[in-house]
């Protein structure tokens, strides 16, 4: 405890990201710690499925690749791991990672956090907080994953563990909790709880500060997005930071990417809920202090919710899709005519077929007025069925437009795909046990 | 004039439920954002988006609004028919409205 300063990079903001820019930030970072966020909503549910099919699975799919290209650098330059790639099961991917370490000759120790597969502990009569209705009435259910909060994490890192792999864990207290770890702050004093999570929440996403999902090359140009540098955070003892990236590496970090990421995925900024504190986002306060670097200082909060909130993942239903495409004259009143066929001969076994003009306005699902015709233009229907076999009639159904169809339609692909969906529910605290597992050479 | 000649955005998903942030350019132009970009206005430009109630925050502290819109991914991410479940392009969806 004590330190003036910590430096905390994020490396990936999702399970599919870049590798390299985590590899950037731990060669050339200075970092004292490095967070991996690799969990979306609906990846555990997807990850439980993987290690019901086999025991050693069920950690992210990419773990593997990461901590070998990461592992010589972390133990070179002394950085802490923290991520969430245990996804469904965190012990088997912590005995993965010892595994490469001892292949790699590096020594190392590695903790696992469980205890947010709360499956055994919910009842499936309870109402979902999206439908009212009980869960078992979404579908039949496959995962049931508690967002954790610090607590766990902060106990990992009293040990010597130099990586800690968590499964659910809320994704602003993978950086909250080094914080308060260094800086000895109180989890109950939720004025710095709250600053903590909002430097947290900036950098959760990785290259959303820094030019990713921002840059338009008309309105906000952006330069080097094909080497986009990740962002790292230096932290200060009373909850300000300065955000900014490794010298060199793609992307921009500036007000414009600060304010658009401050307020992602925001429900209600003045009670921005985490495991940890209720955050309130609309007293902080950004200013650019620098090239690629902007202060952050203020927010707050007050309490932490006296529940955690749970994924409860489902099998909904069989998703069946086919696509072709039409061009040159007429392509769009050919393509209305094959979706008039589709609905014709599809809507009443699927009544929510639902047929895009992919070109026109399949994506805002309205295109404003704009009436230019496309020169080309792609016809998508989609529907949900019961079994993969009848989904995959929707596909067939296209298909067959090639010579039961308007002229010149070509370029089709179909699939068919099981879709997991997710609903929420909330957990007392006491009935979640979390549980630090060390691994060791 | 479009408010993507004055303003960016940015969406976001959670369940059901949209989020675009609106941010002008030049901080100037916050208060022309507040007198004119109502909840009302984002309501009538997104109807064959958005079907339930939106509510817009008013940040003066970065000088940015954000409209929060329920029942808008047509089931949300996870078992949405759309092209794009999470609504991650609707954020030029809001840019399109005319001032």
Not at chain 1, 141 to 150: D, K, P, Q, R
Not at chain 1, 163 to 182: K, Q
């Amino acid at each position: 405890m004590g330190k003036a300063k910590i430096r905390i990079g994020c490396g990936a903001g999702f399970s599919g990201d870049r590798l390299e820019p985590a590899v950037i930030l731990a060669e050339k970072g200075e970092l004292d710690y490095l967070v991996l966020e690799c969990l979306a909503e609906r990846t555990i549910a997807l990850a439980q499925k993987r290690k019901l099919q086999d025991p050693e699975q069920g950690y992210d799919p990419l773990l593997e690749r990461r901590i070998r290209s990461l592992l010589p650098l972390l133990v070179q330059n002394k950085i802490r791991l923290i991520s969430n790639m245990g996804a469904a099961n965190p012990i088997a991917g912590a005995q993965k990672i010892i595994d490469i370490a001892r292949e790699l000759g590096l020594s190392i120790s590695v903790a696992a956090i469980t205890g947010d597969d709360v499956l055994a502990k919910i009842d499936s009569s309870w109402p979902a907080l999206e439908t009212g209705a009980a869960l078992e009435k979404s579908g039949p259910i496959i995962s049931a994953n508690a967002y954790l909060g610090i607590e766990p994490i902060m106990e990992a890192l009293q040990s010597e563990a130099q990586i800690i792999l968590t499964g659910r864990v809320a994704d602003p207290s993978l950086f909250l909790a080094p914080m308060i770890h260094e800086f000895g702050w109180k989890t109950d004093d939720y004025a710095l709880v709250g600053k903590g999570t909002v430097i947290g929440h900036l950098l959760e996403c990785a290259g959303h500060i820094t030019g990713g999902y921002f840059a338009d090359p008309i309105k906000k140009p952006v330069a080097g997005m094909a080497e986009l540098g990740h962002p790292f955070a230096d932290v200060f003892p009373d909850g300000s930071a300065v955000i900014s990236k490794v010298e060199g590496t793609g992307g921009v970090v500036n007000l414009q990417t600060a304010k658009e990421q401050l307020l992602y995925e925001v429900i209600n900024p003045y009670e921005y809920f985490t495991p940890d504190v209720i955050a309130d986002f609309t007293t902080v306060h950004l200013s650019e202090s620098g090239p690629d670097q902007v202060s952050v200082r203020g927010g707050t909060g007050k309490n932490k919710p006296a529940t955690y909130k749970v994924s409860v993942g489902y099998k909904a239903f069989f998703l069946g899709e086919g696509e072709i495409s039409y061009a040159g004259s007429a392509a769009l009143e050919r393509a209305e005519l094959a979706g008039e066929i589709l609905t014709r001969r599809l809507k009443d076994q699927f009544p929510d077929l639902r047929i895009d003009y992919i070109g026109s306005s399949s994506v805002h699902r309205s295109n404003f007025g704009h009436s230019a015709v496309p020169y080309e233009i792609r016809v998508r229907a989609v529907a949900k069925a019961s079994s993969a076999s009848q989904a995959a009639l929707i596909g067939e159904e296209v298909e067959a437009l090639y010579t039961n169809g308007p002229a010149g339609g070509g370029g089709v692909r179909k699939g068919v795909n099981e879709v997991i969906g997710i609903v929420s529910v909330l957990l007392d605290r006491g009935v979640v046990e979390p549980e630090v597992t060390i691994f060791t050479m | 004039m479009k408010l993507y000649n004055i303003a960016h955005s940015r969406a976001g998903d959670k369940g059901n439920t949209l989020t675009l942030s609106l941010i002008p350019y030049q901080e100037t132009d916050y208060d022309l954002l507040c007198d004119s970009v109502t909840a009302e206005r984002v309501k009538a430009h997104l109807k064959d988006v958005v079907a339930g109630e939106i509510i817009r925050y008013e940040l003066q502290n970065i000088h940015a609004l954000l409209f929060v819109c329920q029942q808008a991914l047509m089931g949300g991410v996870t078992t949405s028919l759309a092209m794009d479940t999470h609504g991650k392009a609707l954020s030029y969806a809001l840019l399109e409205m005319e001032l």
